[in-house]
Each structure stands twice: as C-alpha cells, then as structure tokens.
C-alpha cells in the first residue's frame, strides 16, 4: 500500500478549482453525517457501523485516502457509508444540497501555527456559512482539537455575530467548552490524545431555524 502525503496545502492552485461532486444522501436515511476531513476515516468507519440506519460520509482533500477509504468500505460491504473529495473552503457547497446533513464534525484539524498560514484553517466565515445553510433545522456543528489556541480561535468564530446571524448557537452555553462526545465513535487523533492523558476541546453547535 502507498503512503499518502500528511499534509496538502489546500490554497495550491490543483485544489483552488471548484470541483467536488454531489454526494446524493439515500431517501431511507434516518439522519446524514459528515466528517470533514476524515483522514484514514476511522470515525466515519465506526460511526457507519454502529449506525447502520444513518448516511455516514467522509470528505478528504487527499484523493489517495478517498479512494482507499472508498476501498475499504466496499470490502466491508457498509453500503450506508460514502467518501468523497473536497477542498472545505473551497467547494464544500457542491456536495450536498440545503438543509440535507444533520450533523457535520470537523476534528483535529491541523493548527497551522504560523501566522502566513493561518488563512489555511478550516474553521472561518465562508466555510460556517456553507455549513449552516446544509444543515437541517436543528441540525448540528461539532468541532473537536486536542490544541486549545486552535480551539479558541475556532470558537471566536462561531460566537461571533457572523455566525450567530447564521443561527449557531453553542449547545454548552457562550464561550463554553463540552466534554460529551455526541457520537460513539472515535478518530484515531481522539484515541491517541486520550490515552496520553490530554484533553479533547470539544464544542458543539445546533443551529436555528431560520
């Protein structure tokens, strides 16, 4: 099996051209979601099977782990569980269509510390506006680091007056941080982070109807 790049810069000119595809959600889906950014996939693999009644999709930049993934689940036989490209601040705006996805997790994305490349983050303006108009009433936003300034940062976002005109609303209260992991799966960065005794910064936002 060969290795795949850990780290693309998403601001390269190949991935700047708007380009993913439509991901069509099955009509007998009890609830859609999605992991941004699902690396090797772990969690969307353990979320599909032990919700086989949901529509588990993974979405990832490096197009060789989209088609692994995309392997793996094949062999697996987990029909309820799709992988698919995406650049998240480029074209996550054509993979589903309004008010389709109950729940989106954006976790452990890489901190990217320098300041010349902190416009590289995935948590920003554009990118909750996409989201917020996918998810469902009600629906949901849960971003989780094991790095607590890019946990803030990502929170100075989402309790902004952008993002409270676009109906987030942070379900632990303003400017709180929740230990409860809403799924039962977990990534591989979440497995590691526990086990050296670090803390997960969790958060979570439903989003109003609007």
Not at 63 to 79: D, K, M, P, Y
Not at 103 to 122: E, M, Q, S, T
Not at 189 to 208: F, H, I, N, P, S
Request: glycine share 6%; charged share 30%.
């Amino acid at each position: 099996m060969r290795s795949v790049r850990q780290h693309v810069n998403p601001l390269g000119a190949q991935y700047l051209v708007a380009r993913a595809a439509r991901i069509e959600v099955p009509a007998d889906a009890e609830r859609v979601e999605v992991e941004l950014g699902c690396a090797d996939g772990k969690f969307s693999f353990e979320l599909a099977a032990l919700r086989p009644r949901d529509f588990v999709v993974g979405l990832e930049i490096r197009e060789a782990l989209v088609e692994r993934n995309r392997e793996w689940a094949r062999r697996g036989g987990q029909a309820n569980l799709a992988f698919g490209y995406v650049n998240i601040n480029v074209d996550l705006d054509r993979v589903f269509a309004p008010a389709s996805v109950d729940r989106f997790h954006v976790l452990f994305p890489d901190p990217w510390f320098k300041a010349r490349h902190r416009k590289r983050r995935v948590v920003d303006p554009e990118m909750l506006e996409v989201v917020a108009s996918q998810l469902r009433p009600g629906g949901e936003l849960h971003v989780a680091s094991d790095v607590f300034e890019l946990a803030l940062a990502a929170m100075a976002e989402l309790e902004g007056p952008e993002a409270d005109a676009l109906g987030f609303r942070n379900l632990a209260g303003e400017w709180a941080f929740t230990r409860q992991n809403p799924c039962e799966a977990t990534s591989r960065r979440e497995d590691t982070t526990l086990a050296r005794g670090q803390r997960v910064w969790r958060m979570r936002y439903g989003v109003r109807p609007r």
